[in-house]
């Protein structure tokens, strides 16, 4: 595990949820805007109507890398169904990264970057310490129904696992279908970031 500091301002953002289905922990996802190589500030919004696995991540960092490949893998698998993964790189100089990681990684989908403020505001953050990758999942109707806890806890390696995330893609591309969803195990590990 890694720790490295950062400077970030945080926002209060009331009713987070953490990683669970609990729809009193449910909210609508905040306007967050994100760069594109190429395309320039694009809206999350725009992913309206889709199922959308939003993941920040430290293009350094091994564990995000993977949980790449691994959102590589379900946008392949889930893309037809209305699933949309998204990356967006928070760390130092991403804008100068995200190219080259793409690349590296062979990522299958959108790669961005943000100033890491705007991500502890997005997810409500409030102490400036956070772990990555961090993982939001947002339905068809732009609320965000699951969301990874700002810091490693005992629910982190249970629920941010391949299989989980797996699992609640499945019941978020259901909902309304009455289609049922697998529920898997996998660990994974991450990366401990504070920020002042």
Request: charged share 20%; proline share 4%; net charge neutral.
């Amino acid at each position: 595990m890694k720790t490295i500091l950062a400077t970030a301002t945080t926002v209060v953002l009331m009713g987070v949820a953490l990683f669970g289905a609990d729809a009193g922990n449910a909210r609508k996802a905040p306007d967050f805007n994100f760069s594109l190589p190429g395309a320039g500030p694009t809206p999350l919004s725009q992913y309206h109507g889709k199922v959308v696995a939003l993941e920040f991540i430290f293009t350094t960092c091994p564990h995000c890398q993977k949980w790449s490949k691994t959102m590589t893998k379900f946008q392949e698998e889930f893309g037809a169904r209305g699933f949309q993964a998204i990356d967006v790189a928070v760390n130092a100089n991403a804008d100068l990264l995200v190219e080259n990681f793409v690349k590296d990684f062979k990522v299958g989908f959108p790669v961005g970057w943000a100033a890491a403020d705007q991500m502890t505001a997005f997810m409500g953050f409030t102490d400036g310490r956070f772990v990555v990758p961090q993982l939001v999942l947002i339905d068809k109707k732009g609320v965000i129904r699951y969301q990874t806890p700002a810091t490693e806890d005992e629910n982190w390696d249970k629920l941010m696992t391949e299989d989980a995330v797996h699992a609640h893609i499945e019941e978020l591309l259901n909902q309304g279908s009455g289609g049922t969803s697998s529920t898997k195990k996998k660990a994974s590990n991450h990366v401990t970031v504070a920020t002042r």
